[in-house]
């Protein structure tokens, strides 16, 4: 991903940020007051307002200094979600079983990460491309697998398996990992009022995912 630091945004700041997916939608209403809809675009993209986890000066001083190293919107970076951070729900250990990410063919080593989010009546598959380094933990039919035989990239998500140990046809591969969000700034200016700050008035600071 060209344009993208690999530092994560403070995460005390983002602990407390609000926001999460957004569609784009159609919506046509008919003459007969039926409805048709029509779905813009295939994946959502995460949407944030991190303002509301400044707490202090000494936050907003790291969100201003993080601003100005990726040069406003210019340069994407890590955000980690305050709810939707891994591989389970929250409260959940993550395990090796979590989330299905390929099946083997004798032949394919590498495979990306994924989080599906399904019920009974639907689901959609969402790619990872920001693992949290030392986190990652793969299991192959169904048997955890050690971490000396495979490697993850990153930067893009990918888990590549070690000569010798290319899952067999048919073998289910599952992941387990902790995962950030790749965001930019939504603006190029942050305005600050210490006065206002100090009476409870929160700076806005909009951030936007950036999809590969």
């Not at 009974?120 to 933990?137: F, Q, S």
């Not at 169904?142 to 000569?163: C, Q």
């Not at 965001?183 to 936007?208: C, K, Q, S, Y």
Request: hydrophobic content about 40%; glycine content about 12%; proline content about 4%.
């Amino acid at each position: 991903m060209s344009g993208f630091h690999e530092v994560r945004f403070p995460l005390r700041v983002a602990l407390g940020a609000s926001g999460g997916p957004v569609r784009r939608t159609d919506i046509v209403n008919l003459s007969n007051g039926r409805e048709a809809r029509n779905q813009r675009w295939r994946d959502s993209r995460r949407s944030y307002e991190a303002g509301s986890g400044v707490k202090s000066v000494a936050d907003l001083y790291a969100v201003l200094e993080f601003f100005e190293a990726r040069g406003g919107q210019l340069y994407g970076f890590r955000f980690r979600d305050p709810v939707d951070w891994k591989s389970c729900g929250p409260g959940q250990a993550i395990a090796a079983s979590d989330q299905r990410i390929g099946i083997g063919d004798g032949a394919t080593s590498a495979f990306p990460l994924t989080k599906t989010y399904a019920d009974a009546a639907g689901g959609w598959e969402r790619r990872i491309t920001k693992p949290v380094a030392g986190t990652v933990v793969v299991s192959v039919g169904g048997v955890a697998k050690a971490a000396t035989s495979f490697t993850v990239d990153t930067t893009t998500g990918i888990v590549a398996f070690a000569a010798g140990h290319v899952p067999a046809a048919g073998q289910i591969v599952r992941a387990g990992f902790e995962f950030d969000v790749a965001v930019r700034f939504d603006t190029d200016r942050i305005e600050i009022n210490l006065a206002h700050f100090d009476a409870g008035r929160i700076p806005a600071i909009p951030l936007t995912e950036v999809l590969a």
